[in-house]
């Protein structure tokens, strides 16, 4: 990517098996009664998108306006590439 780096409001996400460790290491900001189990730190997933705080544009918008800004030989009608998140778990988990 060429351009300016662009910070992004992640999506955030309670599970069962989630806790407070985000909230804690990294001071993701979420209701202190839901366990927040992952933050999508980078997803252009419709309706789990990531996006820009100045002006809520999503990871994925950005994506189908510059594809070519993201990765050689995208193409505006392809999906957004990459999902980064981060995942906070209170109980051990199944390996799936």
């Known amino acids: 990517m060429t351009g300016p780096l662009v910070p992004l409001d992640p999506f955030l996400l309670s599970t069962v098996w989630g806790g407070d460790a985000l909230q804690r290491r990294y001071g993701k900001r979420f209701p202190a009664e ?10 252009g997933i419709a309706g789990r998108d990531a996006l820009v705080p100045s002006d809520g544009v999503s990871l994925a918008d950005l994506f189908r306006a510059d594809p070519e800004a993201f990765l050689e030989g995208a193409r505006p009608d392809d999906a ?7 995942i906070s778990t209170s109980r051990l988990l199944s390996v799936q």
């Open 80 to 86: 957004f590439p990459l999902l980064i998140k981060l």
């Open 34 to 43: 839901a366990p927040l189990g992952e933050s999508w730190e980078a997803s």
